[in-house]
């Protein structure tokens, strides 16, 4: 926490050429760079070559805020640990305002990553955004082009018919208990 | 930072969801209720046979009470799950849950036939966890032995519980209940699942039962959620148990919980009421304990805060202390623990001076005391501190008590304003080895750092402490 002796620092170029110095514990934070670290493969600057800087300016806050919470000035007791609810409160107001396109971008920089915690935030933003829609609105969210004819879209409807026929809007879906 | 975010040449147009890797995009699908999955076939071409690698199924059905044709309806439910299970592709299943709710009074008995080829084929590909979750209870379905199940939750009733043994990998059973459990467990049920670990009960009544008997040879966690009680002895002998956490359960009468268990780490009681007596035998290992009242406004009389004393007292070891209980009372009895190195305290809207005064005197007679936690400031609108006329007692002075011990002070806001600064303050100033000050705001994140300058304390405290009545 506090001033602590140099810190070694890593730096990392995004696929529109920008780099970014940080430190190596917030390197650290995502396990494809950790390992490059550790097996020292990694001296000059590091190529993420499928993030884009504003994408990568995301993933380096989270990883910044990880290490923020891990890291303890004492052993027994870390004050910066969360509760359950903080956690949600945390990562909501992480999301926020992350629109469609920037999520799959995230998604996959945090796939390729491998950064868990961010994923499953993406993941849950994700399938919050999907459940109980309709493959119009989906495509309408995401910018995806449908590429069925409308007979193939009528076989696909009738083989679950009971998937499409109800109103997922009136459904209840009650939570397990 | 959003614009920021945006500005990719084309981004904004692209469709970036179906650019998403396979493994991506199933792993999202396995989120979702296999009614969605399947819905998502339609997007475009690119998934449409994407949902039938998904590890994970998940039906939910309910009755439609509006509805007159309800009949069709289950019907037509039981159709679609058949024909999933025959269109999806044959890897291995994760996960096969199902909530079935119908306003029948039983289940009809092709129903049960279905059920019972969904459990089975679901096993047959290997699934690890199972979620059979069905209204109306006690619809006993066959349960297949499997190598393969490690997590079961159930309807109580789902299954004849005797067949637990079957499951040699069985590592997490949850029991879930409306109402009464329909069948009664026998005494050594658990003794024969030698991989279970989690037990948990949500939601069930036991009023009936007099006896209950936990112990199981591996068992570490034990969950129970909203269960009830009535002049029952509750026994858990359980040598590998680390957690035990009690969330809101009923106990009436004559209520009386024995815990024998070395390795218990963990002892969590959040409550409404509590049981006669609790009986700890060598709960030595406890190293943190959460105790919360979840009533409001719950009135402690000397009858419950001895229970709360007599609780804590067979946690003689314990390290941290969560007492999330707005009574001096409770405080006024608790004995000296020789361990005990940090509190967690809530400051509620109806504290005044003498609960002040009781984590205080708490605080100092606890001679390895040196982490003071108070977390979430609600509403302290009737709390005075600081001289007030309301003030119920002495500590209306800056000067009037010490806090020798105190090394360090987290504080979890909630919101700043100058209350809290100012208790904080006070704090402060009254504690001479205090070189540690934290601050937390609502994310969970630091707010800001102090470090005091003042350092000349260390060793000789442990001699005093101990001695200060506060």
Redesign the interface.
Known sequence: ??ESTEKKMVRLRSSDGEVFEVEESVAKVAKTLQDMLEEDCADAVIPITCV?A??L??VIDYCK?QV??SSS??T??N?????EQ??K??GQ?FME??????L??L??AS?FLNIEGLLNLG??K??SM??????QE??DM???????TPEE?EE??N??????E?D?YYK???S?? | ??Q?????ID???????????ET?RL??LS??????C????????GW?YLWKFVSSLNF?Y?DDHTSTALVRERE??L??VD??FM?RDSSDLYEF?L?Y?SLRKSLSKSTVRSFNLWVAVALKLRAKKL?L?LYPESSVLELPSSRTLEVL?LTWGTINLQNLSQLCELRTLEL?A?GAPSESFSNDLFSYCPALETLRF??CDFSEWSLMCISAPSLKNIFLDECEWDDCVIKVSAPSLQRLHVNDCVWDNDCTIEVSAQRLNSFKYGFRSLPKSFVFQGLVSVDSAVISSLGACFDYDDIEASKVRFMLGGLLNI??LNLDIDSDVVFERLPPFDCM??LTVPLYHCICDDYVNSVIKFLNSNCKMQ?L?ISEFVDRSDFHYDGDEHCCSQVNGRQKFTLHLLK?L?VKFWKRDDKEIEWVELLKSNSPHLN?V?R?N?????DE?E?MEDEEEEEDMEDEGGQWPG
């Open positions: 926490m506090s884009r504003p994408i300016t995301k805020d923020m919470i000035s004492s027994t007791n004050p910066n640990e969360r509760t903080e956690r409160a945390w107001k305002g992350v629109d469609s396109s920037t799959c971008e998604l996959v796939n993941v849950d994700m399938v999907i459940q109980g829609k309709y493959p989906i495509r995401f910018n995806v082009v449908n590429d069925f879209e696909i409807r083989q679950n018919a009971w998937a499409f109800r997922p209840k879906r009650s397990s208990k | 930072m959003e920021n975010l945006k500005s990719g981004s904004l147009s692209r469709d970036r969801i179906s650019e998403l890797p991506l792993h999202i989120f979702l209720p296999t009614e969605d399947i819905r998502t076939s339609l997007i475009a071409k449409r939910n309910s037509k439910f159709n679609f024909q999933v269109l849950c909530y709710r979620c979750h939750s879930v409306v949500l939601g390290r941290k190195e940090e982490t936690n360090k987290v540690e934290i937390i609502s994310f969970g994140q630091e750092e470090g």
